[in-house]
């Protein structure tokens, strides 16, 4: 069982950066892959980044790509996110995810149904 907890959200205006921070519990956070995902009002949940067990492979949404960074210190078992040149439309609720089985590949892991752990979620809002 892992139990993920998110921190970092928050109200910034368009422009700037932003990390999130996912606090996992439990041994096993090292051997999973972690991905994050973000909502916004209205709208599926769509993926933002991934990151594999040893931190050597990350994939982005195009929307996201060379904004964003996905990092991760198994020591602390926490997943980061650094979130720069912030857009109003990056506003959503961003949730941390982790993948326990690691049968996905590539784009497959992109689909929510792949990850068996979620946090609650926290808050982005970038205003123009």
């Known amino acids: 069982q892992v139990q993920l907890v998110e921190s970092g959200g928050g109200l910034v205006q368009a422009g700037a950066s932003l990390r999130l921070s996912c606090a996992a519990s439990g041994r096993a956070f090292s051997g999973y892959g972690m991905g994050w995902f973000r909502q916004a009002p209205g709208k599926e949940r769509e993926f933002v980044t991934r990151i594999s067990w040893s931190g050597g492979s990350t994939s982005y949404a195009d929307s996201v790509k060379g904004r964003f960074t996905i990092s991760r210190d198994n020591g602390k078992n926490t997943v980061y996110l650094q979130m720069n040149s912030l857009k109003p439309e990056d506003t959503a609720v961003y949730y941390c995810?982790?993948?326990?089985?690691?049968?996905?590949?590539?784009?497959?892991?992109?689909?929510?149904?792949?990850?068996?752990?979620w946090g609650q979620g926290t808050q982005v809002t970038v205003s123009s």
């Open positions: 995810a982790a993948d326990p089985w690691g049968y996905c590949s590539g784009s497959e892991c992109y689909v929510p149904r792949w990850y068996g752990y």
